[in-house]
């Protein structure tokens, strides 16, 4: 198990990063190092991670934003790395969606026995596989579908190595309004400012911007909410109808 456990170190302080990777791959781990949020953020979207060990203080992104995208993302255990140790910051970092805190200095007995706990939760999560049954039939092959319009978004921004915070200073555009739409959220967001906000997106990622209107366009149709927005004031404008009718009768 420790050999196929491959884990993403983002830390900016040298020493302390090969003092990590270390004692990882001592304890018969694979690790990589990170030394910023943003080449951070390029080796989690170039491969595949099953534990992060996140520094908070990073001189680009701070290890508080990352750890909140990566969270937006994936459900990878997520232990924080850090000098502070006050009861707000360790409360702040898990609200974010850190599955656990390390101060610094720690030991390494402390630092590979808190990886291994990770391990072992992550491992009580992950699906039992089921056994194929005795006669399967071979499966036809299925059409390749396009990635949907909030795919094709989220990895253009995983590609370009921004994050969506980085994203909300470039375009002004609220950054729960972007994770709601690369999510395909799209109802989260003002009806108003959905054409207006995807167009801005769309051209700051550098994305056709016709495949992200159809998916949106499919949510909306699909949403009983959309409906109803759409119907209530012609509602309003019967019920006060017949409120006159009612009057001039009376």
Known sequence: MNGTTH????????????LLLMHLRE??????????????????????FQIVLL????????????CQQLRAESNVPILMLTAKASDDDVVRGLNLGADDYLTKPFSQAQLIAR??????RQALLE???????????????????????AALLREARQKAGLSLYAAERR????WDYLQA???????????????PLLLQYCELLQVDARPVFAHAQ?????????????????????????????????
């Open 7 to 18: 884990i993403l170190v983002v830390e900016d302080d040298p020493a302390i990063g090969r």
């Open 27 to 48: 304890a018969g781990w694979q690790a990589i190092l990170a030394n910023t949020g943003m080449a951070g953020l390029r080796l989690w979207a170039s491969d595949c």
């Open 55 to 66: 520094d908070v203080m990073l001189p680009d992104l701070s290890g508080w934003e990352l």
């Open 115 to 120: 990886v291994q706990r990770l391990i072992q």
């Open 127 to 149: 699906p039992v596989p089921r056994l194929p049954s005795l006669a399967v039939e071979p499966a036809e092959p299925q059409p390749t579908r396009p990635p949907s319009g």
């Open 171 to 174: 375009t002004g555009i609220r």
């Open 181 to 195: 739409i690369e999510q395909g959220a799209f109802m989260q967001i003002p009806l108003k400012q959905i054409k």
């Open 218 to 250: 499919q949510v909306y149709l699909a949403s009983p909410e959309y409906h109803q927005r759409r119907n209530w004031p012609w509602l309003v404008a019967v019920s006060c109808i017949i409120v006159i009718v009612i009057v001039m009768l009376w």
